[in-house]
């Protein structure tokens, strides 16, 4: 039977040869990023990217503006937009006063598309009754059908013959 010393003798021995391995493996590693390549390693290059450019947003030609019968604090703009190639038409009142409404009629388009006519919808704060309409900086008067340009109007009827002819 061996003695208990020498078990010990050997368990110590065992140690103290795994503890210089993990030494010798620490240096050899501390070592290899220290003198190790000067130059660092050049990243891989991505791969490229085709997108679409992004739809960009403007303001939407008005055509046409009639007044809600059920709902006397709205009113329906008739605009131009491209088919299926719009995102986020939407019409907004900005501001009002006692003789006038400010809309922005606004949407996301991209290019390269055919236009059509198409409805939205705007809501004022009140009722607006008799007050001009000024629609993305151009002035909207009331009369017995509807609303009409105030200034101009042929030359949005050419416009909308123009649209209409490039159908």
């Excluded at 010393?5 to 590693?29: D, E, K, M």
């Excluded at 088919?83 to 006038?100: D, F, K």
């Excluded at 105030?150 to 909308?160: F, K």
């Amino acid at each position: 039977m061996k003695s208990s010393g020498s078990v010990w003798f050997v368990y110590g021995v065992a140690v103290v040869v795994t503890f210089l391995i993990g030494l010798l493996s620490f240096t050899v590693f501390v070592l290899s990023k220290v003198f190790g390549s000067s130059e660092p390693e050049p990243a891989p290059a991505p791969p490229p990217v085709t997108q679409a450019a992004p739809p960009q947003t403007s303001a939407v030609r008005v055509y046409e503006v009639r007044p809600v019968v059920a709902d006397k604090r709205q009113v329906v703009l008739i605009v131009a937009t491209p088919v299926g190639c719009t995102q986020a038409l939407r019409a907004s009142t900005y501001a009002e006063g006692p003789g006038a409404v400010a809309l922005r009629v606004t949407q996301q388009a991209w290019a390269g598309c055919e236009w059509q006519r198409k409805p939205v919808l705007a809501t004022a704060a009140k009722p607006v009754g008799n007050r001009s309409l000024v629609i993305n900086g151009v002035l909207w008067t009331r009369t017995a059908g509807g609303y009409q340009q105030a200034l101009g109007s042929s030359s949005v009827q050419r416009q909308s013959e123009v649209l209409d002819a490039h159908r």
